[in-house]
């Protein structure tokens, strides 16, 4: 039976970097929507926009698409603004779909669930860059595409764009815990992610949050959008199912 996605990216992501993804979605008959977050759109203002705006612009979509019975599924840091999207209008959707993403507490920001080193790289990059952050290529090409080849890790480098710092340094504001929504909730771990260390993992640390949920995992990087949009696919319709 055909689903309804909306999936959100992570970021230094738009839209555009997941549509390989959807489009194996949508060969297997599913409705998929990629809509960019704001502060990643083409002339968004980095310096401004924060984690309340980014949440914002996904609540918007979806009403303004008239939008129900929605998986709604983030990357990294689009678990941030999933989960916000998710305390606004639960109504409208079905299950949240986590993939190697972060699931806060209320009162938490993005920042608050990072190594302590990227905070001072962030901190530093944002300061000399009008508050927007930039990945450096090194950390890209070891820690969030260390399954691709040169070839492909420089090519998505390439497509990355400037993301407002204030979306990690915000803290999320949740009306309950998402283990308290009455949603379905998946996680998909991606096992070669070293994105966060694994002595911080993305699984179970930031997944048991969820309380009870669905675990999908395949052997990939943090960025499987870009090097295995094929099994990714696979990955989030085996954990948006009914």
Known sequence: MPDTYVLVHGAWHTGAEIEAVAAVMREA???????TVAGNRPGDDRASTGLAHAIDSIVAFIEEQNLSEVRLAGHSYGGMVISGV????????KRLVYINAFVPLDG????DMVPPHYVAMFDAIAGAGNNAVNLPFEIWRDAFINDADMVTAQAAYAKLNPHPY??????????????ALALGKSYVNCQQDI??????????RLSERLG?????????????????????????????RD
């Open 195 to 204: 994105a966060l260390p694994h002595s911080m993992p993305w699984h179970p």
């Open 86 to 93: 998710a305390d606004r209008i639960a109504a409208r959707l």
């Open 166 to 179: 204030a979306t990690f340094t915000d803290k999320i504001k949740l009306s309950q815990p998402l283990a």
């Open 212 to 240: 009870l949920f669905r675990l999908v995992e395949c052997p990939g990087s943090h960025e499987m959008f870009f090097s295995n949009p094929k099994r990714l696919a696979q990955a989030i319709l085996e954990a948006g």
């Open 29 to 35: 008959g599913h409705t998929v929507h990629c809509p």
């Open 108 to 111: 938490e920001s993005l920042n």
